[in-house]
């Protein structure tokens, strides 16, 4: 009876393991999500990896853009790396809103900040006023084929030099800093910058201020698809895309197959293996 149900146990566990293994991730952001928050979409259409900070950055960053959520604050390890690879000519993608954005760029000296207001625009947007249409693009770096883009719950950019814009809010848009839905006459209205790109020693950091804009739900819709290849090689058309995982919000799902994954690390080691060889 007791073999009975030490196996039966060990069944279960086995099924249950099995089921939060192949069970996809619903967290925003998370690379292996398929549903409309996730970036299941955006990592394989972009061919992009995964890495954690600051292990997995690249020795040799030239030719190689990094994507950044930072929905987890940084440590001063990962802050010195990243500073690293941008200024050993890596390209930094920033993309924030209501997060950590700004702990990055005052690490890297830069004077532009993620506003941290809500972006809304009541005339130029896609169904509501969260959803703001960015139509205001600079060419040169976006290219003639990337007419407009839209953002969701976005917010806007600080202290950028005129000359680093690369896409504006409309003359409509405000940002609404107290969060009450509504324009008050102390807050700031569009044009407001909304994606900035700035040079940082051999490297570059492109700001975008909605992460948003690389979700399934959101990828596919009018010019965003483009607009994202389009800053992504903004100083390489070939390119090693990578995410910065170790910052993106985890659930009890994530942490569970975090666990398994490190299970299974370990019990795949030469140690583990001459262990089990032994006991069998």
Same mark, same amino acid.
């Given at each position: !009876?007791? &073999? @009975?149900?030490?196996? =039966?146990?060990?069944?279960?566990?086995? $099924?249950?393991?099995?089921?939060?293994?192949?069970?996809?991730?619903?967290? *925003?952001?998370?690379?292996?999500?398929?549903?409309?928050?996730?970036?299941?979409?955006? !990592?394989?259409? @972009? /061919?992009?990896?995964?890495? *954690?900070?600051?292990?997995?950055?690249? #020795?040799?960053?030239?030719?190689?853009?990094?994507?950044?959520?930072?929905?987890?604050?940084?440590?001063?390890?990962?802050?010195?790396?990243?500073?690293?690879? $941008?200024?050993?000519?890596?390209?930094?993608?920033?993309? /924030?809103?209501?997060?950590?954005?700004?702990?990055?760029?005052? +690490?890297?000296?830069?004077?532009?900040?993620?506003?941290?207001?809500?972006? @809304?625009?009541?005339?130029?947007?896609?169904?509501?006023?969260?959803? $703001?249409?960015?139509?205001? =693009?600079?060419?040169?770096?976006?290219?003639? /084929?990337?007419?407009?883009?839209?953002?969701? +719950?976005?917010?806007?950019?600080?202290?950028?030099?005129?000359?680093?814009?690369?896409?504006?809010?409309?003359?409509?848009?405000?940002?609404?800093?107290? &969060?009450?839905?509504?324009?008050?006459?102390?807050?700031?209205?569009?044009?407001?910058?909304?994606?900035?790109?700035?040079?940082?020693?051999?490297?570059?950091?492109?700001?975008?201020?909605? #992460?948003?804009?690389?979700?399934?739900? !959101? =990828?596919?819709?009018?010019?965003?698809?483009?607009?994202?290849?389009?800053?992504?090689?903004?100083? +390489?058309?070939?390119?090693?895309?990578?995410?910065? &995982?170790? +910052?993106?919000?985890?659930?009890?799902? *994530?942490?569970?197959?975090?666990?398994?994954?490190? $299970?299974?690390?370990?019990?795949?080691?030469?140690?583990? !293996?001459?262990?089990?060889?032994?006991?069998?």
């Amino acid at each position: !009876m007791r &073999r @009975f149900l030490l196996g =039966l146990t060990l069944a279960v566990a086995v $099924v249950l393991a099995v089921v939060v293994w192949l069970y996809p991730s619903n967290e *925003d952001f998370r690379p292996e999500n398929p549903f409309w928050n996730g970036l299941k979409g955006f !990592m394989e259409q @972009f /061919d992009a990896r995964s890495i *954690d900070l600051p292990d997995g950055l690249p #020795p040799e960053p030239e030719g190689t853009t990094l994507l950044l959520i930072p929905y987890v604050e940084l440590t001063e390890a990962e802050l010195g790396g990243l500073a690293g690879y $941008v200024r050993s000519g890596g390209t930094l993608l920033l993309l /924030d809103d209501y997060a950590y954005g700004n702990q990055v760029v005052e +690490h890297l000296g830069l004077e532009p900040r993620f506003s941290q207001g809500a972006l @809304f625009d009541p005339l130029f947007n896609y169904k509501n006023k969260w959803l $703001v249409r960015i139509t205001d =693009l600079t060419t040169t770096t976006v290219g003639e /084929d990337v007419a407009s883009i839209v953002l969701n +719950h976005a917010t806007s950019l600080d202290a950028v030099p005129e000359t680093n814009v690369i896409a504006r809010s409309s003359r409509f848009s405000f940002l609404d800093l107290n &969060r009450n839905g509504t324009r008050d006459d102390e807050e700031p209205s569009g044009p407001l910058p909304v994606v900035a790109a700035l040079p940082v020693d051999k490297g570059s950091v492109v700001l975008v201020a909605d #992460p948003s804009i690389l979700i399934n739900g !959101m =990828l596919q819709l009018e010019d965003n698809a483009a607009f994202v290849r389009s800053i992504m090689d903004i100083r +390489h058309e070939e390119r090693d895309l990578l995410l910065a &995982r170790s +910052h993106l919000p985890e659930g009890s799902l *994530d942490e569970a197959k975090g666990f398994l994954a490190a $299970v299974r690390d370990r019990l795949s080691s030469p140690v583990a !293996m001459s262990g089990l060889l032994v006991v069998t």
